[in-house]
């Protein structure tokens, strides 16, 4: 193993990431004299372990380590990390001890059958996202909230180059935009912990580390997640204001991949919203000079443009 193994190098910056947003008061030290640092000190860190500076620098900077269990428990308890942040970095830890990385598979993802039938008879706005947040498919309902997927290139349905594209954000005047962006940004990371030199990964957030510095700033806090969910205003027009609930499942046999549902209150003026706007799809649909839809995938879960 050497300074350059990818797994050595993601858990040197994830570590150095959660250093960055402790600061001393927070785990009873004295700030003391002028700092350098927002975030505690290497040394500061290795004490709070039991571990000696130069050691938990050499983690830090990717070197040639394999730390053990032990200290893994010491640097988690140290650095307060939840049980996702945990779990991450064993995942990272366990993956940097071996020469080499293990062989992972890189095949093209696809949806099973018996998903697809299920996203079909679904009466709920559903789709799949790969493991990398591309999507995969999508039902009636999903087309009739959020618009039609083939209107873009296969390689731009992505979640995250969706939801940095300028030229469909506007302004990005949705009040809890950065949160949405976190949850996903912390989804590709839990993605990248499991093969860090993926080209699909590697691609995405290159181009997105180019042209957004909004996206480069929250790429560095290295937060991790496993699913995500919320609750999203849509303004339908025609319909009004929607208000629905989006969690995210996990497909079993598909490592990553997670179908992304939108439910209203059952009984309530949004499931009757909902409903007539499977009505008036369901019309649309059956014209043959059916107008193109003028929502955009973006934010949220993809939003319509106009969503707060």
Known sequence: MNSLHPYARELGDFLRARRSRLRPHDVGLEPGGRRKVTGLRREELALLAGLSTDY???????????????????????????HKERRHLFTLAHAARRSMPARVNRDPERVPEGTRRL??????????????????????MAKALLGDPDAYPADRLNMLL????????GERSCPDWEQQALDYIGMMRAA????????RAAAIVGELSIRSAQFRRLW???????????TKTFRIPGIGDTVLDWDTYPLPGNPGSVML??????????????????????????LTNERPSQTVWTAAGPTPSGTS
């Open 56 to 82: 938990y620098q050499r983690i830090e900077q990717g070197r040639e380590v394999r730390p053990s269990d032990d200290v893994l428990d010491a640097l988690a308890g140290a650095l307060g990390l939840d």
């Open 119 to 140: 996203l079909r008879v679904m009466d709920t706005p559903a789709v799949v996202l790969g493991r990398h947040l591309d999507l995969l498919d999508w039902n009636p």
């Open 162 to 169: 969706l939801l940095f594209d300028d030229t469909l954000t």
């Open 192 to 199: 990248v912990a499991t093969d860090p030199t993926h080209p």
């Open 220 to 230: 560095a806090q290295h937060d991790v997640r496993e699913s995500v969910s919320g």
């Open 261 to 286: 549902v939108f439910t209203a209150e059952p009984g309530s003026a949004d499931a009757d919203r909902l409903q007539l706007l499977a009505s008036l799809h369901a019309t649309r649909s059956a």
